[in-house]
């Protein structure tokens, strides 16, 4: 027997339908090869220990692969194993990516120890003393190194499959679609990076937009029939304490003949499009720039629930990219082809905005947007744009809300902008301001 995990018929169809659409963990098994016997059967046992529900190591193990054996002991037996565990155990996608995470950094810590040697000589004589040992401590410490990124990449997976889907949708992505999706997020390390931080911001988005919701009531302005009990006027309250009108009273509840307030829900009512200018110039390159891509996608779920289209630009020294989302209809395709973008020219307001101001002024759908610019940058406007740009929000009922990467926002972003929200660090709490601006 080569592999040191039990497993089934189900289980391996499930490993190899994952291998099949995943180039990168095929890329990581030729990479790796190298390290015999370890890597032939490591990386489809790691899948079963975290595929399935009940793990159990087989009795009778070639010799030479009972190293693997060692290896994956040192793994699962920690708590961060078991916390991975709870996320990834009957989930085929979720498996073969903690697998690929797994795999690639015990792989990256093997090296680091300089064992190649006492491998070699494994392979040859079957004999490594205290090789063991020193693999099971390895593979513990990867367990603990990858524990926390593996909860936020599959925080990111839900994000970025859960857009895309209006109310009462239940269109779920194919086995085969969500691990091509994965494999895409998987072996690209800024997009996987930007979807980390789009799992939590997205989170935070909804906090933000339920905790409005939940703190507006409405307006009141008229009366109507219904049986709303929210909604009673005092009058019908009052039938209740009598006996022969409490009868009435539940009489024209079923009948939906009460008389309730009617009220107008201004909060959907005033909200515009949403038009998003981010700064691809070097200056984001990094942090700034995984930052900035994950906010901008994270909005796209307030938009979604709030009925309001987006438009996106990526701008530096020009315009340089820009696209028509429907929140509700976005492909995970698309989601991608944003988080990998980049330019890194220099920075220019100029442009970006005047593009904003056509696409406000030539489709009707982004009449009364809302303009959130996102840089880090120095750039000048001159008198004559300032003044066009002035008179244009104001005859088009058009807000600019900069949010500037830095500790202090410059003198152009405070004359261009009706609204400047500084971001002092690239914390996830910093985008709450965002929220409350826009929504």
Do not use: C
């Not at 903690?98 to 392979?123: P, R």
């Not at 009141?220 to 049986?227: A, D, L, Q, V, W």
């Not at 700064?279 to 629930?305: C, F, N, P, Q, T």
């Not at 400047?420 to 601006?437: F, G, Q």
């Amino acid at each position: 027997m080569k592999n040191v995990i039990k497993h089934d018929a189900y289980d391996k169809k499930a490993f190899e339908r994952f291998l099949k659409n995943s180039k990168y963990l095929q890329k990581l098994l030729g990479y790796y090869s190298q390290y015999h016997p370890i890597h032939e059967k490591l990386a489809e046992d790691t899948f079963y220990a975290f595929f399935k529900y009940v793990v159990e190591f087989n009795e009778h193990v070639e010799e030479k692969f009972k190293i693997n054996k060692a290896i994956l002991e040192g793994a699962i037996k920690n708590i961060e194993y078991e916390k991975s565990k709870l996320l990834t155990e009957l989930d085929e996608v979720n498996a073969g990516t903690a697998t690929v995470m797994f795999y690639e950094k015990f792989f990256e810590n093997l090296k680091l120890a300089k064992l190649n040697k006492e491998l070699k000589k494994f392979a040859s004589e079957g004999k490594g003393e205290g090789l063991e040992d020193k693999l099971k401590e390895i593979a513990k410490n990867t367990m603990k190194d990858i524990a926390e990124e593996v909860s936020e990449v599959m925080q990111g997976f839900n994000a970025v499959d859960s857009f895309g889907r209006g109310k009462g949708d239940k269109k779920l992505l194919s086995p085969e679609e969500r691990i091509k999706l994965a494999d895409k997020i998987l072996q690209n390390k800024k997009i996987r990076d930007i979807v980390k931080k789009l799992g939590k911001l997205r989170l935070l988005a909804i906090n933000e937009y339920k905790s409005k919701i939940k703190h507006y009531s409405g307006e009141i302005y008229s009366t109507k029939i219904g049986r709303d009990l929210k909604h009673l006027l005092p009058k019908e309250i009052a039938n209740l304490s009598d006996e022969i009108l409490y009868y009435d009273f539940l009489r024209r509840f079923v009948d939906k003949k009460l008389l309730i307030y009617d009220i107008q829900n201004k909060l959907e009512k005033q909200k515009g499009p949403i038009i998003i200018l981010l700064d691809h110039s070097g200056s984001m390159y990094g942090d700034r720039e995984i930052w900035g891509k994950a906010v901008a996608l994270s909005i796209i779920e307030i938009a979604k629930r709030e009925n309001r289209e987006i438009y996106y630009i990526a701008f530096d020294d020009g315009v340089r990219f820009e696209k028509k989302i429907n929140p509700k209809s976005i492909t995970f395709n698309e989601i991608i082809e944003i988080a990998s973008l980049y330019f890194g020219g220099g920075t220019n307001f100029i442009m970006p905005l005047n593009r904003a101001m056509s696409i406000i002024k030539e489709q009707k759908a982004f009449k009364n947007a809302d303009i959130l610019l996102i840089t880090d940058g120095y750039a000048e406007v001159n008198d004559s744009f300032l003044k066009e740009f002035e008179q244009f929000k104001n005859e088009h009922n058009v807000k600019l809300i900069s949010v500037f990467v830095e500790t202090f926002p410059t003198e152009t972003l405070k004359m261009i902008s009706d609204e400047v929200i500084k971001v002092y660090d690239l914390a996830d709490e910093e985008a709450r301001k965002i929220y409350k601006s826009i929504s």
